[in-house]
Structure formats: structure tokens, C-alpha cells
């Protein structure tokens, strides 16, 4: 089997037949041309199909070790496509940290549809098969989760969703495919925010599912022609161009963030540094079992709002503003950004105070990004 880079570089990009193109073109077009009434093509309509959209899912679903790959307007758009699994009366057991956008759409808008959900603590697998009732139909977890950097046992949550016969779902943003990939460790679906590692320049926003469950892809794929919230041709074009580096990008987000981590738990002006490459995280061993590398996201907790205001307004390199993976560095206050759909007393169970600040390590120079953390650290 061809390796990451390899893949990303080859899958579902063959040389374009007209020209030789060694570029997937842009198709940007709406419908295409049928030869004769009622004769079956395989291009009818651009929000059902497009080629160059054909080439991202693809590529997409190699570098997840999957078979079936489709791609969507935003992350959002894809959770919903994967939550299309579910139906009014089922019940999901879903982890207790999780983006905000995703608990606002579960708590918003699914159950009052009818689904049901429980949260629990997935650190603790015990905690998912005691939740597990009779009308459980699937299981959702991030791992590291945003933004407390807690991790789920992947093989465990795989195992237990199959002896209970309920799909298992894992928004895999934080890691990318060359960090981490689910389905190798028994999880059903794979969910993306492409906006993130995948795209890596800020200049994008994608979703994407991939599952090697032929059943699940086939209601997806429905769901995907029926709700329509497809990406345009020209974001899947910018989308393939940024795979092909992703493994060098990743690379280095997981090298100046793991410098970055080390530098700031030794310097113990914060009350806590949340890293997975770090001795001291809890589930430091289980990250070293089913992740490649530790990722670029680091969250600190500066102990008050005006410390993280006065943290944050020292920064020069690290750009505050929403959303992760970007090649530049950013930093974000979950509480008045990313999770401010959470209500206040969730949130504090969760941990996610006032004080927490949540960054994205980008591929900057490290001593630069060392100097600005300092100049951070200072204005404590």
C-alpha cells in the first residue's frame, strides 16, 4: 500500500485524459450535456456530481483508510450528514466536551426533533456502555476534544459500538488523517472540519465524511444529493491542493508545538498546559498508542479573564481569532468565541473557564513563536 504523502499526492488524481492535465482541473459547471433523452450518464447535475469534487472525496477517503469519501459546504454540514443516521426516538450517547457548534446543533436543533442525547465523560469507556439504553443507535466523540485536549480509547469505543451494534462516529479535526485514522482502530465514521488541517491556509471552508460502511455511505451520499450543502468546485480544487502537503505541514505544526508545550509547562506562570505530548497529560500513554504525533492545539488556563485578555493582547504572531490548523499561528478564547453557544454552567463542569486559551500552533519559525509566547507570558 503507497504511503500518506504518496496518497495525498496520487489518490483520486490521475492525470486530467483530454489534456494530460497534472492538475485536477476546476469543473465549474452546474450541468453537463446528455447525449439522448432517458439514455443514463454519469454527470447530470453539478450539486449531485462534479469531477472535481469526485477527485477530493477520493483522495479523502484513501487518506482515511476508507472506502467511501464525500465532502460538504463547512464541518457543520458534514456532522449533519453523519447525524442524518439518526432519526426521531433513537438515542445518542455523545462525549461531554465537544466543539460548541456541535453541542448547539445537538442540543438545538436534534433533540428538538426528537432525538435523545446523553453526555458522559469518554475518558472512561465504562462511562459510554453504562449510558447505552435500549433505543442507543449511535455513539459521537472527538478525540483530543476541543478544547480540553481530553482523548477517547478509540479501539474501546470501536469494540463496545460493535458488540452493541450501534454506529460509532469520530470527528477526527484536531489530528487530520495523517495523525490519526479511526477507522483503523473499528470506528464506523470519520468526521472533518477540511476548514482545519485539512485546507491549512485559512482560505477555505469544507467538511467531510468518509466510512468504509456501504450502508452508511449510501444514506450519506442520499442525504448528501438531498440537502444539497455541497462545496463549490473551486473549494474542492483548493482543498486538493492543500492534501498534498499536508503531511509536511503537520509535521511541523507537531514539532513547534510540542517546543512550545515543554516551554510552557516549565515555566509555571500558568495554572495548567493541556497537551497530549506532554508526560504529565493523564492520557499521555493512550495518545502515544493511537496517534502518530501530538498535534498542533495546546490550551492553557492564564486563571482569569483579565489574564487571558492581557495574555492574549501581547501576542504578535499568534493572531486571535476563530478557527485552528491554519499555517499561521492563532489563539482563541473558547468562552467568547468557539464555545460561547455552551451555557456558562456546562462550561465550568467541562473546565472550560474565563482563563482558558485555546492555540493554534502554526509553521512559523519556532524561536519567533517562542519570543511571542514569552511576550504572553510577561504580560501576566
Given at each position: 500500500?503507497?504511503?500518506?504523502?504518496?496518497?495525498?499526492?496520487?489518490?483520486?488524481?490521475?492525470p486530467?485524459?483530454?489534456?494530460?492535465?497534472?492538475?485536477?482541473?476546476?469543473?465549474?459547471?452546474?450541468?453537463?450535456?446528455?447525449h439522448?433523452?432517458?439514455?443514463?450518464?454519469?454527470?447530470?447535475?453539478?450539486?449531485?456530481?462534479n469531477?472535481?469534487?469526485?477527485?477530493?472525496?477520493?483522495?479523502?477517503?484513501?487518506?482515511?483508510?476508507?472506502?467511501?469519501?464525500?465532502?460538504?459546504?463547512?464541518?457543520?454540514?458534514?456532522?449533519?450528514?453523519?447525524?442524518?443516521?439518526?432519526?426521531?426516538?433513537?438515542?445518542?450517547?455523545?462525549?461531554?466536551d465537544?466543539?460548541?457548534?456541535?453541542?448547539?446543533?445537538?442540543?438545538?436543533?436534534?433533540?428538538?426533533?426528537?432525538?435523545?442525547?446523553?453526555?458522559?465523560?469518554?475518558?472512561?469507556?465504562?462511562?459510554?456502555?453504562?449510558?447505552?439504553?435500549?433505543?442507543?443507535?449511535?455513539?459521537?466523540?472527538?478525540?483530543?476534544t476541543?478544547?480540553?485536549?481530553?482523548?477517547?480509547?478509540?479501539?474501546?469505543?470501536?469494540?463496545?459500538a460493535?458488540?452493541?451494534?450501534?454506529?460509532?462516529?469520530?470527528?477526527?479535526?484536531?489530528?487530520?488523517?495523517?495523525?490519526?485514522?479511526?477507522?483503523?482502530?473499528?470506528?464506523e465514521?470519520?468526521?472533518?472540519?477540511?476548514?482545519?488541517?485539512?485546507?491549512?491556509?485559512?482560505?477555505?471552508?469544507?467538511?467531510?465524511?468518509?466510512?468504509?460502511?456501504?450502508?452508511?455511505?449510501?444514506?450519506?451520499?442520499?442525504?448528501?444529493?438531498?440537502?444539497?450543502?455541497?462545496?463549490?468546485?473551486?473549494?474542492?480544487?483548493?482543498?486538493?491542493?492543500?492534501?498534498?502537503t499536508?503531511?509536511?505541514?503537520?509535521?511541523?505544526?507537531?514539532?513547534?508545538?510540542?517546543?512550545?508545550a515543554?516551554?510552557?509547562?516549565?515555566?509555571?506562570?500558568?495554572?495548567?498546559?493541556?497537551?497530549?505530548?506532554?508526560?504529565?497529560?493523564?492520557?499521555?500513554?493512550?495518545?502515544?498508542?493511537?496517534?502518530?504525533?501530538?498535534?498542533?492545539?495546546?490550551?492553557?488556563?492564564?486563571?482569569?479573564?483579565?489574564?487571558?485578555?492581557?495574555?492574549?493582547?501581547?501576542?504578535?504572531?499568534?493572531t486571535?481569532?476563530?478557527?485552528?490548523?491554519?499555517?499561521?499561528?492563532?489563539?482563541?478564547?473558547?468562552?467568547?468565541?468557539?464555545?460561547?453557544?455552551?451555557?456558562?454552567?456546562?462550561?465550568?463542569?467541562?473546565?472550560?473557564t474565563?482563563?482558558?486559551?485555546?492555540?493554534?500552533?502554526?509553521?512559523?519559525?519556532?524561536?519567533d513563536?517562542?519570543?511571542?509566547?514569552?511576550?504572553?507570558?510577561?504580560?501576566?
Amino acid at each position: 500500500m503507497p504511503g500518506f504523502s504518496t496518497k495525498a499526492i496520487h489518490a483520486g488524481q490521475d492525470p486530467e485524459s483530454v489534456t494530460g492535465a497534472v492538475t485536477v482541473p476546476i469543473f465549474q459547471t452546474s450541468t453537463y450535456a446528455q447525449h439522448e433523452l432517458g439514455e443514463h450518464v454519469k454527470y447530470d447535475y453539478g450539486r449531485t456530481i462534479n469531477p472535481t469534487r469526485e477527485a477530493l472525496e477520493t483522495n479523502l477517503a484513501a487518506l482515511e483508510n476508507g472506502k467511501y469519501g464525500f465532502s460538504f459546504s463547512s464541518g457543520m454540514s458534514a456532522i449533519a450528514a453523519a447525524m442524518s443516521l439518526v432519526k426521531p426516538g433513537d438515542h445518542v450517547v455523545a462525549g461531554t466536551d465537544m466543539y460548541g457548534g456541535t453541542y448547539r446543533y445537538f442540543s438545538r436543533i436534534l433533540s428538538e426533533v426528537g432525538v435523545e442525547f446523553t453526555y458522559v465523560d469518554m475518558r472512561d469507556i465504562e462511562n459510554v456502555r453504562t449510558a447505552i439504553g435500549p433505543k442507543t443507535r449511535l455513539v459521537y466523540s472527538e478525540t483530543p476534544t476541543n478544547p480540553m485536549m481530553n482523548l477517547t480509547d478509540l479501539a474501546a469505543l470501536g469494540a463496545l459500538a460493535k458488540e452493541k451494534g450501534l454506529i460509532s462516529i469520530v470527528d477526527n479535526t484536531f489530528m487530520s488523517p495523517y495523525l490519526q485514522n479511526p477507522l483503523d482502530f473499528g470506528i464506523e465514521i470519520v468526521v472533518h472540519s477540511a476548514t482545519k488541517y485539512i485546507g491549512g491556509h485559512s482560505d477555505v471552508i469544507g467538511g467531510a465524511v468518509v466510512t468504509s460502511n456501504a450502508e452508511h455511505a449510501e444514506k450519506i451520499k442520499f442525504y448528501q444529493n438531498a440537502y444539497g450543502a455541497v462545496p463549490a468546485p473551486f473549494d474542492c480544487w483548493l482543498l486538493l491542493r492543500s492534501v498534498k502537503t499536508l503531511a509536511l505541514r503537520m509535521r511541523a505544526h507537531c514539532e513547534n508545538a510540542q517546543i512550545i508545550a515543554d516551554r510552557l509547562h516549565a515555566d509555571g506562570r500558568l495554572k495548567q498546559v493541556y497537551y497530549p505530548g506532554l508526560a504529565s497529560h493523564p492520557q499521555h500513554e493512550l495518545a502515544k498508542r493511537q496517534m502518530k504525533d501530538f498535534g498542533g492545539m495546546i490550551s492553557i488556563e492564564t486563571g482569569s479573564l483579565e489574564a487571558a485578555k492581557r495574555f492574549t493582547s501581547a501576542l504578535q504572531y499568534f493572531t486571535l481569532g476563530e478557527s485552528l490548523g491554519g499555517v499561521e499561528s492563532l489563539v482563541c478564547h473558547p468562552v467568547s468565541m468557539t464555545h460561547g453557544s455552551v451555557p456558562e454552567e456546562r462550561r465550568r463542569e467541562l473546565g472550560i473557564t474565563d482563563g482558558l486559551v485555546r492555540l493554534s500552533v502554526g509553521v512559523e519559525d519556532v524561536a519567533d513563536l517562542i519570543e511571542d509566547i514569552e511576550r504572553g507570558l510577561a504580560a501576566l
